[in-house]
């Protein structure tokens, strides 16, 4: 039988050649591909019908993910933003607070400090082996009274002297013309 050949079976349907030429598949036509290694009729309308080019397409309607990421290339949905927005709100809340309350602690520190410092400086005005204050002028205030003072090296009288003896063991009086220091009355 060399040479001779037998015809091979026909199946009934359409012939290729006789499908228009601009026909598209409808979504429920299978198609045979091969995915993950293994031959595979599939719906078109699950393989092409909005599938996105891994190397790079446009997005024309919705695309849904239900899965939290869990790697930093993954999609995220919604949801996932929303929640972790609503964390680092509360978050950014938080420490604004916490700073407020920071802040008017530091004030309140800085204020009872000043009021300490205060009471304890009036504490040792006038007081033996204490503090004494200045006048604004810079001379020193005993007793509420101005008595002695610095200029230009010199320490000066503040205060007048009496102008008759007053009577007090060593106490400066001005007799008009000398200062004199009274001495211990008989």
């Known amino acids: 039988m060399s040479g001779s050949s037998t015809p091979a079976a026909t199946v009934n349907g359409t012939p290729l050649s006789a499908l228009p030429v601009h026909t598209q598949p409808t979504a429920t036509d ?8 293994q031959g595979q009729f599939v719906p078109q309308g699950k393989i092409w019908s909005g599938a996105v080019d891994k190397t790079g397409d446009t997005l024309t309607g919705l695309l849904a993910c239900a899965l939290t990421p869990s790697d930093p290339a993954h999609l995220t949905n919604k949801a996932y933003v929303d929640k972790l927005g609503g964390q680092v709100q509360g978050t950014v809340s938080t420490l604004v607070t916490q700073a407020q309350n920071a802040a008017t602690q530091a004030s309140q520190a800085a204020s009872g400090a000043a009021g300490a410092a205060a009471t304890l400086l009036n504490t040792q005005k006038g007081t033996p082996n204490g503090l004494a204050a200045l006048s604004a002028s810079g001379n020193l205030l005993l007793g509420g009274l101005e008595c002695l003072g610095v200029r230009n090296g010199h320490v000066l009288m503040a205060l007048e002297l009496p102008t008759t003896d007053p009577g007090v063991t060593g106490a400066w ?5 000398y200062i004199c220091i009274s ?3 008989t």
């Open 30 to 37: 299978l198609v045979f591909g091969i995915f993950n290694g």
């Open 183 to 185: 001495q211990e009355t």
């Open 173 to 177: 009086w001005n007799n008009g013309v």
